[in-house]
């Protein structure tokens, strides 16, 4: 899976403009799943117009109770004729938006109940890492995401590991290295595998986000651990997406042929 996060950017006619050149930049790879999360105001029309022989598309966020009196929230079950995916517990909306652990929980099992998949994103801070609390966290953030769950609905379900630490806006001081992401992403496997056995840990797929890019995407996607990336600021650019979405065709290709 490649995955683009347009975040806070695009109004509707600017994401339909580069929506077209996005078409025409990715080839059509069936191998390769992508999926793209535009800003809430966009998903009706780009649904109109996505080629969903390409594309598939996701929510940023949804609220996790169905239908009430909360204004200005946008429930799960008004996007599910829209989207398959969902992202819930990203970095921005934990450290931005203050949501924790057991509002993070609520949404996956909102998504689940409307026939939405939730990409459960986990991730540790600078400080948690430098303190050594990275597999605290992200044991902590993996139960309680997936703790209302079944076998079968983990199974269908997506992590993304996102170190804090390593998002940024091409400027990182603290770029994560294949080593780093690797132990991660194993040891994510693993609370999965604790929790509903080997099989279920994996079928699931984990992804990697944290400054990924045309340049060392190749790095992160041909970790044995990786089943793919969620892209950040090289989403929004038409020709380095592509390139993302070339590199993981050729690795699969690779991978297929060895």
């Known amino acids: 899976m490649v995955a683009g996060n347009w975040k806070e950017h695009f109004t509707v006619a600017e994401a339909s403009h580069f929506l077209h050149r996005l078409q025409e930049k990715v080839q059509n790879r069936q191998s390769v799943e992508v999926v793209l999360f535009p800003n809430i105001l966009t998903l009706q029309p780009l649904s109109v117009q996505l080629d969903r022989r390409k594309f598939r598309l996701g929510a940023q966020d949804g609220y996790h109770k169905d239908a009430g009196t909360y204004t200005g929230e946008v429930s799960m079950a008004m996007m599910r004729d829209l989207v398959i995916y969902v992202l819930v517990g990203h970095s ?10 057991d509002e993070a929980a609520k949404k996956v099992q909102a998504a689940v109940r409307n026939g939405i998949m939730p990409i ?5 801070t600078l400080e948690e890492k430098l303190s050594g609390e990275t597999k605290q966290v992200l044991h902590n953030q993996v139960t309680a995401g997936l703790m209302h769950l079944t076998g079968r609905e983990v199974s269908a379900s997506v992590i993304a590991y996102e170190p804090v630490w390593a998002i940024s806006d091409g400027k990182n001081p603290h770029p ?3 080593d780093d992401v690797e132990k991660s992403l194993i040891y994510i496997r693993d609370q999965i595998k604790e929790l509903h056995g080997e099989r279920v840990a994996k079928n699931a797929r984990i992804l990697y986000g944290g400054s990924v890019n045309e340049h060392n995407a190749n790095a992160f996607l041909s970790l044995q651990s990786c089943d793919g990336a969620l892209i950040g600021g090289a989403s929004l650019n038409a020709t380095s997406f592509a390139g993302i979405v070339e590199a993981a ?10």
Not at 120 to 124: F, Q, S, T, Y
């Open 92 to 101: 921005e909306r934990r450290h931005v938006f203050n949501e924790n652990d």
């Open 120 to 124: 459960l994103c986990v991730g540790e």
């Open 176 to 178: 994560a290295t294949p």
């Open 249 to 258: 065709y050729r690795l699969q290709q690779e991978r297929l042929a060895s």
